[in-house]
């Protein structure tokens, strides 16, 4: 793919950038002329994509081990991928967790673990990382939801919960900067089903030929979407020509929320 630069010169770090949309917008970014801190729980893993976007643009990505519900771990992370870059212009949250269950069957433990990697960890790298962006504006914060932050499902009671959350906080997080940080800009996307690891379970109860079908019959377009459908969303909040677009929800959805 042609490189345009769409991101020349910015710095991005990318939560659980091992694998699935982490690792295609840290590809993205990349390959768009940003320098990529790439984090995750699975540091072999945030290595191997860091290590594979060095082999086209040697020098360009950096991988860290990296606990998002850990403040420590945030603050190292952050640090790390500052001193390695020489600054932070781009933070894109997207670790994150699925979880099926009603409000009778969802249990306590999950629900708190759920909040604490969905939420939490947006709220630590929201407001760690706005000391270097702020110093680093332009800057932007691209927080990762779900079309389940927008829509309901009544077997979904803790993810739908976790994701609206996070569309929320996005606003009120692009609100303060505004009036506090100049040019640091924050938005949310809200992809529907794309084709990543997180739909494994579902492809593991129905077979994957059975499982996108089933789950592309519930889409307008009828498909369901791909890891670059959300990185080139990313990428758009991520650069300046979005530089008058903050506290928005980008929605990667096929169409669904238009029922």
């Not at 290595?47 to 976007?53: D, K, P, T």
């Not at 629900?111 to 969905?118: F, L």
């Not at 691209?142 to 077997?155: D, F, K, P, Q, T």
Request: proline share 4%; glycine share 10%.
């Amino acid at each position: 793919m042609t490189r345009t630069g769409r991101v020349a010169g910015k710095k991005a770090l990318v939560t659980g950038g091992a694998q699935g949309l982490g690792a295609a917008i840290a590809r993205m970014l990349a390959r768009e002329g940003a320098q990529v801190a790439v984090s995750d729980l699975n540091g072999p893993g945030a290595a191997a994509i860091a290590a594979e976007i060095n082999a086209e643009r040697p020098g360009t990505a950096f991988a860290f081990t990296h606990d998002v519900t850990s403040e420590a771990q945030w603050n190292a992370t952050l640090e790390g991928a500052v001193e390695a870059m020489g600054g932070l212009s781009i933070l894109v949250n997207n670790a994150g967790i699925g979880a099926i269950g009603t409000i009778e069957d969802e249990t306590l433990d999950n629900w708190r673990r759920v909040m604490a990697v969905d939420v939490e960890s947006v709220f630590l790298g929201c407001k760690l990382a706005m000391p270097f962006l702020r110093e680093a504006a332009p800057a932007s914060i691209v927080n990762i939801s779900s079309i389940a932050g927008i829509i309901a499902s009544g077997n979904m009671v803790a993810y739908n919960t976790a994701k609206a959350a996070v569309l929320m906080m996005s606003k009120s997080v692009a609100l303060h900067a505004a009036a506090s940080a100049p040019g640091v800009r924050c938005n949310s996307v809200h992809p529907v089903f794309i084709k990543t690891p997180i739909l494994d379970p579902f492809i593991a109860m129905f077979g994957e030929e059975g499982a996108i079908d089933k789950l592309a019959r519930q889409i307008p377009m009828k498909r369901i979407g791909e890891p670059d459908d959300v990185a080139y969303a990313v990428l758009y909040l991520a650069s300046d020509e979005s530089k008058f677009v903050t506290a928005s929800e980008l929605k990667i959805d096929g169409g669904i929320s238009a029922y």
